[in-house]
């Protein structure tokens, strides 16, 4: 396993429960002592764990400002690929599903397998994507305050379509994911993907591990309440605290 496939993995260790011990993180991924600790003094090194006797646990890091939708378009793109490629798969014949904000959600559209769908979204670019890549899908925009930075609408207008619809299937990203919190840099933002959750009966977190560890100003979800995290490397299912890789 590369260095950065187990910094990825710590990560996501500590992501779930806050903290993590060398011998936990020693027999998962198959390493060394020294190699635990060269792992833990680098993430250290980067700001995002501290250390104590036997283990690391999750440092506070807050992120200051949203990056623009043409710098989250960039980065990590490969990751997202992955990404996209594993929740495809999820997604049924028939199915009745919302696709949120998200760069790596537009991506999504043009591998979607299946040929009857009925999307609902509030994100420009998913709705563009899925219009150049329709198969037979009833396809739902839903209008509103159009926000520049993530390019989707939000406020009162998309909140009161919302009411009146039900998903079999809900996926979403998130700008950052703390101790079991989905964040999000504004409200009315979070407000909406709270919204289009409560009323699925399958959720989907779907994020790169860059997220991981960090914090932004809304609360909008609780990890906990998610049916599964699809990442790069593994998929978790929150429901039974089991993942796949």
Known sequence: MLKTERLQEIMLMLELDGQVYSNEVKRKLAVCDMTVRRDFAELERQGVIERFHGGARMQDVYRSQERSHREKEIIHHEEKLKIVKRAVDLVEDGDTIFLGPGTTMALLPQYLKADFLRIVTNYQPVFDHLNKYKKNWKIYLLGGEFRETT???????????????????????????????????????????????????????????????????????????????????????????????
Do not use: W
């Open 151 to 245: 390019q989707s609408f939000v406020g009162e207008i998309p909140q009161k379509s919302l009411l009146d619809m039900t998903f079999q299937k809900t996926f979403v990203s998130c700008n950052a994911l703390s101790e079991q919190k989905l964040m999000t840099s504004t409200f009315e933002e979070g407000q909406l993907q709270r919204l289009a959750l409560n009323h699925s009966v399958e959720r989907y977190l779907l994020i790169d591990h860059s997220k991981i560890g960090k914090k932004d100003f809304s609360v909008y979800y609780q990890l906990q309440d998610m049916t599964a995290v699809i990442t790069e490397k593994q998929t978790y299912d929150a429901k039974n605290d089991k993942i796949e890789e």
